[in-house]
């Protein structure tokens, strides 16, 4: 590595060139650079709930739903002219299967032969009446009711089905520019949600993200770098660090074909805030040193050749804890992994490249701030180091008062997640779908997918008789808004031919018996026979299917009636609360659905796959992060116990992190969870250079001496780093979402924790215990 730098020294330019041409062509790939909101994207298909759901998206025609609700006087002349007019204009959106609104909702009724299906308002009310008759006919088919009208009668939700060729993002911007302009020409006032709708506004969020993290990461970090170094060197040199850094990861990401996500959208501020190390440490040493030499080559030499081992040691365990996040199994969180250790890499590769490249070819010169032999904040960590000898004992009490307070708070640590309450409480978007829990069906939705060996499967009694005990049985439960499927279309066909009977408002027996009348000798006589349930069931659906369209059922059985589907529509996408209505679903397949193939899938089952997977993965991934990180610093350091030092930060930090968590009531959820994984990859930096430069020092003092002369140098730059860093990180309270917000905060904390530990834990623990491990690797440093 010494001859590298050598190299380095005496052929800048050829190193500029080769960086700026790779940085030329990673910032050329990164037009090709998308975005793609979809959480469900990053399941492994080896996942039974999503290997289901996308065999569920094969099986029937339509691949999403938005849900477009009109706010007015409903249920008047103007009302229902508006919601038609609406319902018309949506059914011209190519994008769009089936539109199913109050106007045109089937009604099932039977004349003296057969039945009539038609829509729930004929014609455009004239007249009151026409609105009362328009009003009884959907009372006549409660299986969309609830979610087409809201429970308050004062508002109307269209459902609108998209077919698998639509493009999501499109539609959803044409139905928004559609809501906002029939709004301004209309009396009642429109809005929408729904799964496309949802991910359209991640993307806005993650477009205005990127935005505000890279061009405020940029002001941040120039201001902060001109107060610590107070020169244009100073300034320039770790920025263009950390945005060709951010160019070469984005690009990369680019030229792979790998989009940025809920998960990598963070990528930009988090290469910015770690890549930046490195620089700060090298030019931190380089000030310092500025006034012993003349020769600019011969300085950056001599400090590089020093901070390489520990540069290139923290560059790789902070790789190695952004890769531990593989064990995730989230391709997203896999992928924000990898291309996060990919950033540092290159930040890295610029720090022992760029930075003393740039350097050889000026002049020495240090910021005014650098020009006293004290220098910035040499005077305040000579002091505090000194403090920290006389009170160490006092200093100790005190951490262990806080650890002790930090126990009780982290039993208040709750696992609690919500997607909607990720956005801003005035978002359209979350007002819309809160809007929709509130007084519809509710936005969120578990499938249960029946599937049958044999064309016509699904018309068998004991396969729709459970269907609708299933149907039943949930709909009993908290924050289920309504149930549909097939079977609610044959109990309504079936008391639609007896006369609208009630008591025929059930699925067909195995056996039935059926009552006609024939003349006899000149005379009525009733006649009783019997029919196989099947068959009676075939007919029914055949009469309607004379009536209407075979494609009114396509979103719940498919065309051969091999597989169904029942929906369960719940308004509420907290994880405690899904969890009891998937408990449920469980228990009834278990236990009443024996000899019948059924299972659960849905957005609602993917959203409790994907929490239970991200947390799951992230406790073994926070153990994968620190054993990598042990086992790394041990063999950097030759010892152990020196690997175990370098934990002692982490530990304090993280669990300090999860305290206060607990304390503010921050729940933990995926974005909290990561927040330690990558914590434990970034914060070990400070206790490994603070230890590599305490043992260089032990060459030739004791430990007492040992400590002023490392605070006074690896100190200052971990204090500076760690400010930085966390500044860098603070940005993210400026995100659109809220579990960002969080993290950023987290990550800030966590920043100043493990370098406050750093810089306590581990000098105290030295000054009182004398380790002899660190005297050993003294000595190997002599050799």
């Known amino acids: 590595m010494k001859s590298y730098i050598n190299w380095v020294a005496k052929n800048p330019w050829k190193v500029?060139?080769?960086?700026?041409?790779?940085?030329?062509?990673?910032?050329?790939?990164?037009?090709?650079?998308?975005?793609?909101?979809?959480?469900?994207?990053?399941?492994?298909?080896?996942?039974?709930?999503?290997?289901?759901?996308?065999?569920?998206?094969?099986?029937?025609?339509?691949?999403?739903?938005?849900?477009?609700?009109?706010?007015?006087?409903?249920?008047?002349?103007?009302?229902?002219?508006?919601?038609?007019?609406?319902?018309?204009?949506?059914?011209?959106?190519?994008?769009?299967?089936?539109?199913?609104?109050?106007?045109?909702?089937?009604?099932?009724?039977?004349?003296?032969?057969?039945?009539?299906?038609?829509?729930?308002?004929?014609?455009?009310?004239?007249?009151?009446?026409?609105?009362?008759?328009?009003?009884?006919?959907?009372?006549?088919?409660?299986?969309?009711?609830?979610?087409?009208?809201?429970?308050d009668w004062k508002s109307a939700a269209i459902i609108v089905?998209?077919?698998?060729?639509?493009?999501?993002?499109?539609?959803?911007?044409?139905?928004?520019?559609?809501?906002?302009?029939?709004?301004?020409?209309?009396?009642?006032?429109?809005?929408?949600?729904?799964?496309?709708?949802?991910?359209?506004?991640?993307?806005?969020?993650?477009a205005k993200d990127m935005g505000i993290f890279f061009t405020s990461g940029i002001i941040l970090i120039f201001l902060l770098l001109l107060f610590i170094f107070s020169s244009v060197r100073g300034v320039l040199i770790p920025l263009t660090v950390v945005l060709s850094s951010v160019i070469w990861t984005l690009g990369l990401m680019a030229l792979t074909g790998r989009p940025l996500s809920h998960s990598t959208e963070m990528l930009p501020i988090l290469i910015m805030a770690i890549g930046i190390a490195d620089s700060i440490h090298i030019l931190t040493h380089y000030y310092q040193r500025a006034k012993l030499y003349s020769d600019a080559k011969e300085l950056v030499k001599n400090v590089v050749h020093d901070l390489y081992s520990p540069v290139i040691m923290t560059s790789l365990t902070t790789m190695a804890g952004f890769i531990a996040l593989n064990t995730s199994h989230m391709e997203s969180l896999e992928e924000l992994g990898l291309f996060s250790a990919f950033g540092v890499l290159s930040a890295l590769i610029w720090s022992?490249?760029?930075?003393?490249?740039?350097?050889?070819?000026?002049?020495?010169?240090?910021?005014?701030?650098?020009?006293?032999?004290?220098?910035?904040?040499?005077?305040?960590?000579?002091?505090?180091?000194?403090?920290?000898?006389?009170k160490k004992k006092g200093v100790l009490i005190g951490i262990l008062i806080v650890l002790l307070l930090s126990v009780v708070a982290v039993s208040k640590l709750k696992v609690e997640s919500s997607s909607i309450s990720q956005f801003p409480k005035k978002n359209p978007v979350r007002k819309a779908a809160e809007f929709v829990n509130k007084h519809f069906a509710g936005t969120t939705a578990f499938y249960v997918l029946f599937e049958g060996d044999k064309d016509g499967y699904i018309k068998q009694p004991a396969v729709l008789?459970?269907?609708?005990?299933?149907?039943?049985?949930?709909?009993?439960?908290?924050?289920?808004?309504?149930?549909?499927?097939?079977?609610?279309?044959?109990?309504?066909?079936?008391?639609?031919?007896?006369?609208?009977?009630?008591?025929?408002?059930?699925?067909?027996?195995?056996?039935?018996?059926?009552?006609?009348?024939?003349?006899?000798?000149?005379?009525?006589?009733?006649?009783?026979?019997?029919?196989?349930?099947?068959?009676?069931?075939?007919?029914?659906?055949?009469?309607?299917?004379?009536?209407?369209?075979?494609e009114d059922f396509a979103n719940m059985v498919d065309f051969n009636y091999r597989n169904s589907r029942v929906a369960i529509f719940v308004k509420t996408d907290r994880d405690s609360e899904l969890r009891k209505i998937d408990k449920e679903l469980r228990k009834f397949l278990r236990e009443r659905a024996k000899g019948i193939k059924a299972d659960i899938t849905g957005m609602a089952k993917l959203i409790l796959v994907v929490r239970k997977m991200v947390i799951k993965g992230q406790f073994l991934s926070l153990i994968a992060s620190l054993l990598l990180v042990w086992a790394l610093t041990t063999i950097m350091f030759r010892?152990?116990?020196?690997?175990?030092?370098?934990?002692?930060?982490?530990?304090f930090g993280i669990f300090l992190n999860f305290a206060i968590m607990g304390a503010l009531g921050i729940p933990l959820d995926i974005q909290t969870m990561v927040t330690s994984s990558l914590a434990i990859g970034i914060g070990v930096d400070y206790a490994i250079h603070f230890i590599h430069r305490y043992i260089f020092e032990m060459r030739t003092k004791d430990y007492n001496e040992s400590l002023t002369p490392s605070m006074e140098t690896s100190g200052v730059a971990i204090v500076f780093n760690s400010l930085v860093v966390a500044s860098g990180f603070m940005l993210l309270v400026f995100s659109m979402f809220k579990g960002a917000r969080a993290m950023g905060f987290l990550l800030a904390l966590t920043m100043i924790t493990t370098a406050f530990a750093a810089l306590t834990l581990l000098p105290i623990y030295f000054v009182t215990f004398k380790p002899k491990s660190l005297r050993k690797a003294a000595e190997r440093r002599k050799e």
Do not use: C
């Open 16 to 151: 500029l060139i080769v960086l700026f041409l790779i940085t030329v062509f990673f910032g050329y790939m990164m037009k090709n650079l998308k975005m793609n909101p979809d959480i469900t994207a990053a399941l492994p298909k080896s996942i039974p709930a999503k290997r289901l759901y996308d065999k569920m998206k094969e099986i029937f025609p339509s691949k999403a739903m938005a849900i477009v609700i009109y706010k007015g006087d409903v249920f008047s002349i103007e009302g229902a002219k508006e919601i038609a007019e609406l319902t018309g204009k949506l059914e011209e959106f190519p994008e769009a299967y089936s539109v199913i609104s109050p106007t045109n909702v089937k009604i099932i009724e039977a004349p003296q032969e057969g039945i009539d299906v038609e829509e729930a308002l004929r014609d455009l009310p004239e007249t009151e009446k026409d609105i009362e008759s328009w009003k009884s006919r959907l009372s006549q088919n409660p299986t969309f009711l609830k979610s087409l009208i809201a429970d």
């Open 161 to 206: 089905s998209l077919s698998k060729s639509a493009d999501e993002e499109k539609f959803s911007q044409k139905l928004l520019a559609l809501l906002d302009n029939f709004s301004k020409n209309h009396k009642g006032k429109v809005f929408a949600t729904g799964e496309p709708i949802v991910n359209f506004y991640i993307s806005k969020g993650i």
């Open 352 to 390: 022992l490249s760029f930075v003393p490249a740039v350097l050889s070819l000026l002049k020495i010169k240090a910021g005014k701030n650098w020009r006293t032999d004290k220098g910035m904040l040499r005077g305040v960590m000579t002091k505090y180091s000194n403090f920290l000898v006389r």
């Open 465 to 550: 008789k459970t269907m609708d005990q299933l149907e039943t049985q949930v709909s009993k439960l908290p924050n289920v808004g309504s149930t549909q499927s097939i079977a609610d279309f044959v109990k309504l066909i079936n008391r639609a031919l007896h006369d609208n009977d009630s008591s025929y408002y059930r699925i067909p027996n195995e056996i039935e018996e059926e009552k006609t009348f024939i003349y006899e000798g000149g005379k009525k006589v009733e006649k009783t026979f019997k029919v196989e349930g099947k068959k009676l069931i075939a007919q029914l659906l055949q009469l309607y299917e004379l009536s209407s369209s075979p």
């Open 639 to 651: 010892s152990a116990i020196i690997g175990i030092f370098n934990a002692v930060p982490l530990f």
